[in-house]
């Protein structure tokens, strides 16, 4: 009889450990089930599909489609609704043989704004939400009052997120406000002092004003270094002048540039025509054309090296026609000083309108 119950002891004992284990590990993010579910399995297929880490891009498709069922059935799903967003993004990423995914990358941002607009409808409290309208603002579309309203509303909906107040003052930047760009990074870095996203902003933001000490000051301070921040202290050592210390941290970001995304090949190649190695850098930028994942902008600084400038013009136009996230760096990025007087290169800044 005592077997028995140290028995049904034992059964029921590993009933409630094996209950208690589920439900620690089971996350609820949505009252709906089903939508909770697509979530939580969404995020796995992001894992593996990021393509900043080497992951599968099918694995993106099926986290959208999932993402897009849950806020289907829970169409107040805040959450799902920034992650689906944000996953679209992942799209617009130069990994190999990315034309694959070419008719994805057209729909993006009116896909990833209607998706916002959904959520603020839902929620229209959401600093998240208002965060990601004011980048697509910035980002892809250039309108910086619009993306200073964003970023103002993020903020008074909660005021803890440093990097809003980054975001902030780097839009202010563009706009050729650098006195009160400057309290806005100043602040952000108050607050949120070990925040990478502020960090990472700040560095950009020093190197805009060309102040390369204290960009480079920034990019280190970010923990763990990564990728990112590799590529940004290379890109900073190269406008600071230092092409040894670039090629350096370029070369070693990753063993097999196979794997490697286009805009990358083509800042070390960048950095070896700089230093003189002319063959280097065209073959290795004639690989990212290879593998399909050119990035017409980091192309174009080569070709000015190179001082193909009608080529490296038409390419800056074109990165323009599609909306690219880097053309806001055209104002004060050091690699376009040989072509700033070019008549071409004028018209592409009169049509960012940076100081409207």
């Not at 617009?92 to 990358?105: F, G, I, R, T, W």
């Not at 208002?130 to 909660?158: G, V």
């Not at 980054?166 to 563009?174: K, R, V």
């Amino acid at each position: 009889m005592k077997k028995y119950f140290t028995l049904i002891s034992f059964i029921c004992f590993a009933v409630l450990k094996l209950t208690s284990s589920n439900a620690q590990t089971v996350a609820v993010y949505s009252n709906n089930k089903e939508a909770n579910a697509d979530y939580l399995k969404a995020l796995e297929y992001i894992k593996i599909g990021n393509p900043r880490t080497g992951g599968s891009v099918d694995s993106l498709v099926i986290a959208t489609q999932l993402l897009e069922k849950a806020v289907v059935a829970d169409s107040l799903f805040i959450r799902a609704y920034i992650e689906l967003s944000n996953t679209y993004w992942m799209f617009d990423y130069s990994y190999p043989n990315s034309e694959k995914y070419e008719s994805m990358v057209m729909q993006i941002l009116p896909k990833a704004k209607s998706v916002i607009a959904k959520a603020l409808k839902a929620d229209s409290t959401s600093s998240a939400a208002y965060t990601a309208l004011a980048r697509m603002n910035l980002n892809y579309e250039y309108k910086w009052d619009e993306a200073l309203q964003n970023f103002a509303k993020a903020i008074h909906y909660d005021s803890s997120i440093a990097s809003n107040y980054s975001y902030y003052g780097q839009t202010l930047a563009l706009k050729g406000k650098w006195e009160t760009a400057q309290q806005w990074i100043d602040k952000a870095n108050t607050k949120g002092p070990n925040d990478n996203r502020v960090l990472l902003t700040s560095g950009i933001y020093y190197n805009w004003k060309r102040d390369y000490v204290k960009a480079d000051a920034a990019l280190q301070k970010i923990n763990p270094q990564n990728v990112t921040s590799h590529f940004f202290t290379g890109l900073n050592h190269l406008n600071a002048g230092k092409t040894d210390k670039a090629l350096t941290i370029l070369k070693k970001l990753y063993d097999d540039y196979e794997q490697y995304d286009g805009g990358s090949k083509a800042l070390l190649a960048y950095a070896l025509v700089e230093n003189g190695q002319m063959e280097e850098g065209r073959k290795l930028l004639n690989r990212s054309y290879e593998l399909k994942q050119s990035v017409n902008y980091r192309a174009a600084a080569c070709f000015v090296a190179l001082k193909e400038y009608s080529r490296a013009i038409k390419l800056l136009e074109e990165c323009f026609n599609q909306h690219g996230n880097w053309m806001i760096w055209l104002k004060y990025d050091k690699a376009w000083d040989p072509i700033r007087n070019k008549k071409r290169f004028k018209q592409l800044i009169d049509k960012m309108r940076f100081d409207m």
